[in-house]
């Protein structure tokens, strides 16, 4: 079956413009993950969805940092005004109900890159 | 505060030498102990998850085990197909189910 796909995988943006990430996740994956990944570091959480509820957004570090999920399916992660230090791989991850099974499953990420 | 340090940051293999990679942590509480491979350019893999301390799990020639303050990758005659970024992620108790990641260790398998 199809896993994680994100689009688009690669993102060019001078400073100051806005971008949107999308995820489609695992069909019948309830949770939903946003992570950021620095080039030589390990991801680092940004918010999560319990179908359409946002749950955690703890790890979000601006308010211009926004995520939903309106359907409880496909998720988009925007950035406003994008800054320099934005620049990173952001990953995707969906979980089955974690009664059953709670690993996340990752998608390939969409790599960003900040004029 | 929840935290993952992993060791060593880097290692070089020789095709065949079996070796270990450590993941220590520091929680208020386990939920669960996770390995991720990562390829470059590629999202993380799932390889295991562990639960309580003394659990092991095998898959090919990777076996993960686990303590209450740390675990064990250990890799049996690597091949360079091995070669990756190994990632240790702890999920917590009673909180959010993410994952906090350590920094990963870079497996480097010549031939």
């Known amino acids: 079956g199809a896993g994680v796909s994100q689009s688009p995988r690669y993102k060019v943006a001078k400073r100051g413009q806005d971008v949107a990430l999308r995820c489609d996740p695992i069909?019948?994956?309830?949770?939903l993950f946003w992570y950021q990944q620095a080039l030589g570091q390990g991801p680092e959480f940004l918010t999560y969805?319990?179908?359409?509820?946002?749950?955690?957004k703890s790890g979000l570090p601006s308010d211009r940092f926004f995520a939903e999920r309106p359907e409880g399916s496909v998720s988009t992660l925007k950035i406003q005004r994008t800054q320099q230090e934005d620049s990173a791989v952001y990953l995707c991850?969906?979980?089955?109900?974690?009664?059953?099974?709670?690993?996340?499953?990752f998608g390939p990420g969409t790599r960003l890159t900040v004029l | 505060e929840d935290q993952v340090t992993q060791s060593p940051e880097a290692l070089r293999l020789q095709e065949g030498e079996s070796s270990s990679l450590n993941c220590s942590y520091t929680?208020?509480?386990?939920?669960?102990l996770f390995w991720y491979r990562q390829d470059p350019g590629k999202g993380p893999e799932f390889l295991f998850t562990?639960?309580?301390a003394g659990e092991e799990k095998e898959k090919e020639r990777l076996k993960a085990t686990l303590t209450k303050k740390e675990s064990f990758l250990h890799i049996t005659a690597p091949k360079p197909e091995d070669s990756a970024t190994y990632l240790c992620?702890?999920?917590?108790?009673?909180?959010?189910?993410?994952?906090?990641f350590g920094k990963g260790t870079k497996l480097t398998v010549n031939p």
């Open positions: 991850a969906s979980s089955p109900p974690w009664l059953l099974i709670n690993e996340q499953f």
């Open positions: 069909s019948g994956h309830v949770s």
């Open positions: 969805f319990q179908n359409e509820a946002q749950l955690d």
């Open positions: 929680v208020s509480g386990l939920r669960g």
């Open positions: 562990l639960y309580s």
């Open positions: 992620a702890v999920q917590v108790k009673g909180g959010s189910e993410k994952l906090v």
